[in-house]
């Protein structure tokens, strides 16, 4: 990583975030965002399983391979993905880059501090709340950035994973080239998206999936697995209402 701007609270910055763009950046908010993520991330008691359980598994055949391996999560929420291969893999170097303070705060106090955290779904019709605790991990690093703009050198990254991240992003063509860019030859890129693109230009320039594949063969990358139906489940509360989300998944090669 590179030198930071400032800490907060042991969080890095890497990019300067105004109390403006603080104000209006949604992921910034505690119940809707901070909490919710919580509960669908790390309290897996509430659900009859692990509702991004799909994501997880779409590339798990090439897991084994990163055992010693740089491995970048953006847009890491609160950090379930990165923090489970960081767990599985000790002499891994892996490292979590989200643009939301609160979610990394949430991720650092559950992964890395070791923390008890308290989970509150009242609202959703949960009447107990859980008390749940990640670990005290030592090879994982969070840090703000926006994944346009990712604090680590060219060619440094082994491995580059993100999910319900692109169509997240004001511009997920320059984000796709923050992904390459530090990616190192042969590097791996999994990506899982919902392609749930909030703009019309964006949903022109990568809608239908196949005008992603050309794009990322045009930028040096070779496709190795693509799938363009993984289901993801996400509970909304204790009746068992649901949103459905049908992703595309997909696993590329830095040639280059
Ligand atoms: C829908 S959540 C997904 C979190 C997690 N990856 C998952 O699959 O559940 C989107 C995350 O992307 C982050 N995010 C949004 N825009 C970003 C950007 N430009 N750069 C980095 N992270 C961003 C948000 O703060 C939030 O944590």
Known sequence: MKEPLLFRKGIPFFFHKTEADFQKDPYERYDSMVLRQSALHLADDLWERYPFQPVFDFAAEYYASFYDSQILETGCGTGRWIATLA??????S????DYSYQ???RAKEFWIDGKE???DLSGQGFLEAIKTRG???KNLDLGLAKAEELPFDNNSMDVLINSFLLDRLDDPYKGLQEMYRVLKPKGILIL???LNFKQAVQ????YPPEKLSVLLDKMGFTILKWQEDIMVEEPLDVHGNRLNWKCLGLVAQKLV
Do not use: E, H, S
């Open 203 to 206: 949903w022109n320039a990568f």
């Open 135 to 137: 670990g005290q991990l």
């Open 103 to 105: 979610m990394l705060k």
């Open 192 to 194: 899982v998206t919902p």
């Open 117 to 119: 955290v308290f989970i």
């Open 87 to 92: 767990k599985r893999f000790p002499d891994a």
């Open 94 to 97: 892996c490292y979590g880059i």
